[in-house]
């Protein structure tokens, strides 16, 4: 990683912008290094120019990651001269050092014309200035400038310029509750500049943050006013408060303060609708909103989260390098952060991963149900653990291992644990939108009804004590059968949670990329898993996993084994959901026949709702039927 110590300077134009006489006067005022951006281009570019031919996206490629490598390699101050005409260069640029200040000669083509006609021994012809003019996406963010005005006039303005930058926060962050905190250490252990803000009341919190980024140069404000004063504009604000109103308050607070392309992040677990309505009130004011799905819990958030991000692209790519830095990565190396889809995609795929974390969740506690007591907690763990060294390894079999072999004051730990499950709500609107949108997701929502159940405690206790404890005859487990019946019910969940996804995305306009999604929740995220990276690679030619033939032998291959696991769980009097869920829903979309006539005909018969006949499914039909 870079050192974000060191101050960086690019200034960018097209070709003629005089950037390169601007820049390098900069350095010199400044003391501080000079790179002419165009000195490194391959010379199969130069050659290219000097033809008259533009450069395309391919050729800038290595070009710019080459000044990408000299600019965060350097240990001085530098300024950089170089054109990055378009928003994705500028972030190849920025790959690793998020903190670059933009300086932007703007001019308009006449003059450019006139310019590059007078230069000598340059490449650039001036046939070549029409093309730059249509690459030029204009930073919405850093200093623009007149290139027209002489260099005496415009270095005061840049000077002026970082100065003020240099004494304002780049990152701003509201909330210092676990996840907030979290997020702002990771911030700071990432040198990031930042300053946080949390409501006065809230004293514990703030004094536990102290504590914690103590040494660290991070402003902390208590008052809103002089929290947003002290940021850098386009600014940047990550908020992480409850979702609901508290959010409300905190957007209409902000909104006072805010100017135009200013972005906020929603990293709390806000419902996508409320975001895509937060993303209408900014918008009248200019302002991004941003609806960002954060996973992993406190740990993820302090070491690397995975980062769901959706919204307006462009105002994505002004936090992307800050967000790369502190994700998680991919066993390939990759950013767990991304950019999801439009609107509230950020949000709603962390609705639906939630969705897919209730069942894995539920299929876990499922199979302890069922070896218990047959056999011991440590036995269990025993076998969650060698079941996590094969394929069906995931971050939640990991830590049910762990939690089965945890002790408090020599006893089990979980042994003591009450047996009512919480939840915050995203299950739940997972369930929902799968009613909405009639797609069957039966196995989060089967998870769901299980700790709703679950909850009522009293009353099962109290039916328990009516009818008498249920018979659990012994049986012989076929642990190796368990546990391909476990991972088949995995894939159907899945399967189920990604059509979710697929079929959102299409009738939203969501434009979610599967691939980019599973590959975002291969790392940080509570549902990582090795299933999730095969689902990253299936999906970069799949929609849906149910296309895809191998995640069909799969399944079926294993339907049998799951069809036992189900009758034991029903002998054994164990209750088992989510695999009775995933089994049927299986059963059901495997086979060409339903018993769907029969629904028909009775809702012909009771309401004359009217059927389509086998050979003619166009037409609709009713019969007198007495
Ligand atoms: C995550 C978790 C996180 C959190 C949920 C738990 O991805 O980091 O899903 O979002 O733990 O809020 O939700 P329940 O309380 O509903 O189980």
């Known amino acids: ?256 303060h805010l100017a135009p392309e200013d972005i906020i992040l929603d990293c709390g677990n806000s419902h996508y609708r409320d975001t895509e309505a937060r993303q209408a009130k900014c918008q009248s004011s200019n302002v991004h909103f941003l609806g960002v799905g954060v996973s992993g819990g406190e740990q993820g958030a302090l070491w690397g989260p995975s980062i769901m991000v959706g919204g307006n692209q462009s105002a994505y790519q002004q936090i992307a390098a800050a967000l790369n830095l ?36 539920q299929l876990i506690a499922e199979i302890y149900g069922l070896l218990q007591p047959e056999y011991s907690l440590p036995q269990i763990a025993e076998i969650f653990s060698s079941w996590n060294a094969s394929d069906s390894e995931s971050y939640l079999l990991g830590i049910s291992a762990a939690i089965l072999r945890h002790k408090t004051n020599d006893e089990f730990t979980l042994q003591n644990i009450l047996d009512r499950a919480g939840n915050k709500g995203t299950g739940s609107w997972s369930s929902q939108l799968s009613m909405q949108l009639g797609v069957p997701s039966s196995m989060m929502t089967s998870a769901v009804y299980a700790r709703y159940t679950s909850s009522q405690k009293s009353r099962r206790v109290k039916l328990e004590a009516q009818l008498g404890p249920k018979q659990a005859p012994n049986r012989a487990i076929d642990l190796d059968q368990l546990h391909r019946a476990y991972d088949a019910a995995r894939w159907i969940n899945h399967a189920q949670g990604f059509e979710l996804i697929y079929t959102m995305s299409e009738e939203s306009g969501y434009e979610i990329n599967l691939s980019v999604l599973a590959s975002t929740w291969t790392n940080g995220c509570i549902i990582r898993s090795r299933l999730m990276q095969r689902c990253q690679s299936i999906f970069k030619d799949h929609s849906t996993l149910l296309d895809h033939a191998g995640t069909l032998q799969h399944i079926e291959a294993a339907q049998d084994d799951l069809k036992d696991l189900c009758k034991m769980g029903i002998d054994l009097n164990r209750p088992i959901p989510a695999h009775i869920s995933g089994l049927s829903y299986w059963q059901q979309i495997t086979q060409a026949e339903s018993t769907a006539d029969m629904i028909q005909a009775q809702r012909d018969f009771f309401g004359a709702h009217r059927y389509q006949r086998r050979d003619d499914p166009t037409t609709s039909y009713h019969t007198e039927w007495e």
Request: glycine share 8%; net charge neutral; proline share 4%.
């Open 326 to 361: 502190i994700a998680a990565k991919s066993s390939e190396g990759a950013s767990c952060a991304n950019y999801i889809g439009k609107g509230g995609a950020g949000h709603f795929v962390k609705m639906i991963h939630n969705g897919i974390e209730y069942a894995e969740m």
């Open 1 to 256: 990683m870079s050192n974000p110590l060191v101050k960086r300077i690019v200034v960018m134009g097209v070709s003629g912008s005089g950037k390169t006489a601007v820049a390098a006067r900069l350095a010199s005022q400044l003391n501080y290094s000079f790179i002419e951006g165009d000195d490194h281009h391959p010379r199969s570019n130069i050659a290219k120019m000097s033809s008259g031919t533009p450069l395309d996206d391919e050729d800038r490629r290595p070009w710019l990651e080459r000044l990408n490598q000299l600019i965060t390699e350097s240990q001085n101050p530098i300024v950089l001269a170089c054109s990055a005409l378009k928003e994705s260069y500028r972030q190849i640029l920025s790959e690793g050092a998020p903190n670059l200040t933009w300086i932007y000669l703007s001019a308009d083509q006449s003059l450019i014309l006139n310019r590059v006609a007078a230069r000598q021994e340059h490449f650039m012809p001036t046939g070549l200035v029409a093309s730059q003019f249509r690459d030029l996406e204009e930073p919405a963010y850093g200093l623009k400038l007149d290139a027209n005005k002489p260099i005496d006039q415009l270095l005061p303005k840049i000077i002026e310029h970082i100065e003020t930058k240099e004494s304002k926060k780049v990152i701003g962050l509201i909330g210092l509750g676990v996840m907030g905190r979290s997020l702002a250490l990771n911030l700071l252990r990432n040198q990031q500049s930042l300053a946080v803000y949390n409501r006065a009341e809230e004293q514990e919190l703030i004094k536990d943050f102290e504590l914690r980024s103590q040494g660290k140069p991070v402003d902390i404000h208590l008052d809103l006013a002089s929290f947003v004063k002290g940021l850098e504009t386009p600014r940047k604000i990550l908020m992480m408060v409850s979702a609901g109103r508290a959010a409300d308050l905190v957007v209409d607070e902000l909104l006072s």
